[in-house]
Protein backbone atom coordinates (compact mmCIF):
# COMPACT_ATOMS: atom_id res chain seq x y z
CA UNK A 1 0.00 0.00 0.00
CA UNK A 2 1.34 3.65 -0.79
CA UNK A 3 2.09 5.62 1.93
CA UNK A 4 1.69 9.67 1.98
CA UNK A 5 3.24 10.35 -1.43
CA UNK A 6 4.14 14.94 -2.13
CA UNK A 7 5.11 16.44 -5.12
CA UNK A 8 7.54 17.99 -6.26
CA UNK A 9 10.67 16.79 -3.65
CA UNK A 10 12.38 19.89 -4.39
CA UNK A 11 11.62 22.83 -5.30
CA UNK A 12 13.42 26.75 -5.96
CA UNK A 13 11.41 29.67 -6.34
CA UNK A 14 12.34 33.14 -6.59
CA UNK A 15 11.23 35.56 -3.69
CA UNK A 16 7.80 37.28 -4.60
CA UNK A 17 6.68 34.21 -6.47
CA UNK A 18 4.19 31.71 -5.40
CA UNK A 19 4.27 27.74 -5.40
CA UNK A 20 1.45 25.00 -4.93
CA UNK A 21 2.75 21.85 -3.38
CA UNK A 22 0.70 18.76 -3.23
CA UNK A 23 -0.45 15.69 -1.21
CA UNK A 24 -2.24 11.93 -1.81
CA UNK A 25 -2.83 10.96 1.64
CA UNK A 26 -2.90 6.83 2.24
CA UNK A 27 -5.73 5.50 0.90
CA UNK A 28 -9.25 5.68 2.98
CA UNK A 29 -6.93 8.86 5.30
CA UNK A 30 -9.79 11.51 5.17
CA UNK A 31 -7.52 13.83 7.60
CA UNK A 32 -4.45 15.68 5.50
CA UNK A 33 -2.28 18.18 7.92
CA UNK A 34 0.56 20.15 6.50
CA UNK A 35 3.49 21.26 8.63
CA UNK A 36 6.77 23.21 8.11
CA UNK A 37 9.91 22.19 9.25
CA UNK A 38 12.75 24.74 9.59
CA UNK A 39 16.37 22.95 9.28
CA UNK A 40 17.21 21.74 12.60
CA UNK A 41 13.60 22.54 14.32
CA UNK A 42 10.77 20.73 14.87
CA UNK A 43 7.84 20.78 12.34
CA UNK A 44 5.51 23.67 12.67
CA UNK A 45 2.07 22.82 12.30
CA UNK A 46 0.17 25.12 9.47
CA UNK A 47 -3.50 23.45 8.32
CA UNK A 48 -5.12 20.59 8.81
CA UNK A 49 -8.32 19.59 6.76
CA UNK A 50 -11.12 16.64 7.43
CA UNK A 51 -13.71 15.99 4.73
CA UNK A 52 -12.67 19.28 2.89
CA UNK A 53 -13.00 21.47 5.29
CA UNK A 54 -10.13 23.26 7.19
CA UNK A 55 -10.79 21.83 10.96
CA UNK A 56 -7.30 24.04 12.27
CA UNK A 57 -4.90 27.15 10.89
CA UNK A 58 -1.33 27.22 12.76
CA UNK A 59 0.24 30.61 13.48
CA UNK A 60 0.98 31.37 9.85
CA UNK A 61 0.05 34.19 8.18
CA UNK A 62 -2.57 34.56 4.96
CA UNK A 63 -0.23 34.09 2.00
CA UNK A 64 -0.36 30.78 3.07
CA UNK A 65 -3.52 28.70 2.03
CA UNK A 66 -4.68 25.61 1.37
CA UNK A 67 -7.27 23.23 0.24
CA UNK A 68 -8.83 19.51 0.38
CA UNK A 69 -9.88 17.70 -2.81
CA UNK A 70 -13.09 14.97 -3.05
CA UNK A 71 -10.25 12.59 -3.35
CA UNK A 72 -8.72 13.40 0.26
CA UNK A 73 -5.79 14.88 -1.62
CA UNK A 74 -4.20 18.50 -0.83
CA UNK A 75 -2.57 21.25 -1.91
CA UNK A 76 -0.53 24.18 0.33
CA UNK A 77 -0.20 27.82 -1.70
CA UNK A 78 2.54 29.99 -0.42
CA UNK A 79 1.75 33.33 -2.32
CA UNK A 80 4.89 36.37 -2.06
CA UNK A 81 7.14 33.99 -1.02
CA UNK A 82 10.41 35.26 1.32
CA UNK A 83 13.24 33.68 2.28
CA UNK A 84 12.13 32.39 5.51
CA UNK A 85 9.56 30.65 4.03
CA UNK A 86 12.19 28.35 2.95
CA UNK A 87 12.08 25.05 4.65
CA UNK A 88 10.72 21.20 4.45
CA UNK A 89 7.03 21.15 3.89
CA UNK A 90 5.35 17.60 5.05
CA UNK A 91 2.15 16.50 4.71
CA UNK A 92 0.29 14.11 6.98
CA UNK A 93 -2.63 11.94 6.55
CA UNK A 94 -4.17 10.11 9.44
CA UNK A 95 -7.62 7.31 9.59
CA UNK A 96 -8.57 9.07 13.32
CA UNK A 97 -6.53 11.66 14.30
CA UNK A 98 -4.73 9.03 16.34
CA UNK A 99 -1.64 8.10 14.74
CA UNK A 100 -0.34 10.47 11.57
CA UNK A 101 1.58 8.70 8.64
CA UNK A 102 4.01 12.02 7.15
CA UNK A 103 5.20 11.96 3.42
CA UNK A 104 8.95 12.79 2.82
CA UNK A 105 8.29 16.25 2.06
CA UNK A 106 8.81 19.00 -0.58
CA UNK A 107 11.93 20.94 0.14
CA UNK A 108 11.14 24.41 -0.98
CA UNK A 109 14.17 26.69 -1.53
CA UNK A 110 13.55 30.61 -1.86
CA UNK A 111 16.36 32.52 -3.26
CA UNK B 1 -0.43 27.08 24.73
CA UNK B 2 0.92 23.71 24.71
CA UNK B 3 4.76 23.28 24.85
CA UNK B 4 7.11 20.22 24.33
CA UNK B 5 11.01 20.10 25.40
CA UNK B 6 13.46 18.03 24.25
CA UNK B 7 17.09 17.03 25.82
CA UNK B 8 19.51 16.80 24.98
CA UNK B 9 20.28 18.46 22.01
CA UNK B 10 22.32 16.18 20.62
CA UNK B 11 23.98 12.83 21.87
CA UNK B 12 26.61 10.53 20.65
CA UNK B 13 27.17 7.07 21.76
CA UNK B 14 29.14 4.17 21.37
CA UNK B 15 28.00 1.14 19.30
CA UNK B 16 25.87 -0.71 22.59
CA UNK B 17 26.16 2.26 25.16
CA UNK B 18 22.04 2.22 26.27
CA UNK B 19 21.15 5.61 27.21
CA UNK B 20 18.05 7.47 27.17
CA UNK B 21 16.01 10.55 25.82
CA UNK B 22 14.01 12.89 27.29
CA UNK B 23 10.62 15.10 26.67
CA UNK B 24 9.08 16.98 29.28
CA UNK B 25 5.95 18.53 28.29
CA UNK B 26 3.20 21.12 28.90
CA UNK B 27 -0.70 20.05 27.82
CA UNK B 28 -3.96 21.07 28.67
CA UNK B 29 -5.28 17.54 28.67
CA UNK B 30 -2.92 15.26 26.91
CA UNK B 31 -4.87 13.38 23.81
CA UNK B 32 -1.24 11.55 23.06
CA UNK B 33 1.92 11.64 23.13
CA UNK B 34 4.21 10.75 19.85
CA UNK B 35 7.58 9.43 19.37
CA UNK B 36 9.05 9.58 15.26
CA UNK B 37 12.37 9.12 13.74
CA UNK B 38 13.42 11.63 11.15
CA UNK B 39 16.56 10.80 9.11
CA UNK B 40 18.16 13.96 7.14
CA UNK B 41 15.83 14.97 4.55
CA UNK B 42 13.20 12.65 5.15
CA UNK B 43 10.07 12.86 6.72
CA UNK B 44 9.23 11.66 10.59
CA UNK B 45 8.34 7.78 10.55
CA UNK B 46 6.36 6.61 13.19
CA UNK B 47 7.32 4.97 16.30
CA UNK B 48 5.15 4.92 19.66
CA UNK B 49 2.03 6.58 20.98
CA UNK B 50 1.21 6.65 24.34
CA UNK B 51 -2.24 7.78 25.78
CA UNK B 52 -1.85 7.91 29.74
CA UNK B 53 0.83 7.96 32.40
CA UNK B 54 2.33 4.69 33.14
CA UNK B 55 2.42 3.19 29.92
CA UNK B 56 5.11 1.52 28.11
CA UNK B 57 5.78 0.26 24.42
CA UNK B 58 8.65 -1.74 23.09
CA UNK B 59 9.98 -2.03 19.16
CA UNK B 60 13.18 -4.04 18.75
CA UNK B 61 15.55 -1.62 20.68
CA UNK B 62 13.46 1.07 21.47
CA UNK B 63 11.19 1.37 24.72
CA UNK B 64 8.96 4.74 25.40
CA UNK B 65 7.83 5.39 28.74
CA UNK B 66 5.01 8.20 29.98
CA UNK B 67 4.63 9.99 32.73
CA UNK B 68 2.48 13.02 34.03
CA UNK B 69 5.30 15.19 32.60
CA UNK B 70 7.63 13.56 30.59
CA UNK B 71 8.04 11.09 28.56
CA UNK B 72 11.61 8.63 28.15
CA UNK B 73 12.81 7.03 24.99
CA UNK B 74 15.08 4.32 25.78
CA UNK B 75 17.71 3.23 23.76
CA UNK B 76 19.31 -0.67 24.62
CA UNK B 77 22.22 -1.64 22.69
CA UNK B 78 22.01 1.15 20.07
CA UNK B 79 23.49 0.39 16.67
CA UNK B 80 24.85 2.59 14.09
CA UNK B 81 21.60 2.47 12.17
CA UNK B 82 19.93 3.76 14.99
CA UNK B 83 21.30 6.93 14.37
CA UNK B 84 18.51 9.97 13.57
CA UNK B 85 17.08 12.86 14.85
CA UNK B 86 14.14 11.46 17.28
CA UNK B 87 11.42 13.93 17.57
CA UNK B 88 8.19 13.72 20.80
CA UNK B 89 5.46 15.58 19.93
CA UNK B 90 2.30 16.20 22.07
CA UNK B 91 -1.84 16.29 20.80
CA UNK B 92 -4.15 17.96 22.90
CA UNK B 93 -8.04 17.78 22.76
CA UNK B 94 -9.87 20.60 20.28
CA UNK B 95 -13.12 21.67 20.61
CA UNK B 96 -13.20 22.37 16.71
CA UNK B 97 -11.30 18.76 15.53
CA UNK B 98 -8.37 20.39 15.32
CA UNK B 99 -6.18 17.68 16.25
CA UNK B 100 -2.67 19.11 15.86
CA UNK B 101 0.84 17.42 16.94
CA UNK B 102 2.97 20.31 18.88
CA UNK B 103 6.59 18.73 17.86
CA UNK B 104 9.63 19.50 20.47
CA UNK B 105 12.95 20.56 18.70
CA UNK B 106 14.21 16.58 18.92
CA UNK B 107 17.32 15.06 19.82
CA UNK B 108 19.74 13.91 17.30
CA UNK B 109 21.52 10.76 18.03
CA UNK B 110 24.65 9.76 16.60
CA UNK B 111 25.81 5.77 17.33
CA UNK B 112 29.51 5.63 16.76
CA UNK B 113 30.69 2.22 15.46
Known amino acids: DAGVTQSPTHLIKTRGQQVTLRCSPISGHKSVSWYQQVLGQGPQFIFQYYEKEERGRGNFPDRFSARQFPNYSSELNVNALLLGDSALYLCASSLSNYGYTFGSGTRLTVV | EDQVTQSPEALRLQEGESSSLNCSYT??????LFWYRQDPGKGPEFLFT???AGEEKEKERLKATLTKKESFLHITAPKPEDSATYLC??????????????FGTGTRLTIIP
Open chain 2, 27 to 32: VSGLRG
Open chain 2, 89 to 102: AVQAPSNFGNEKLT
Open chain 2, 50 to 52: LYS
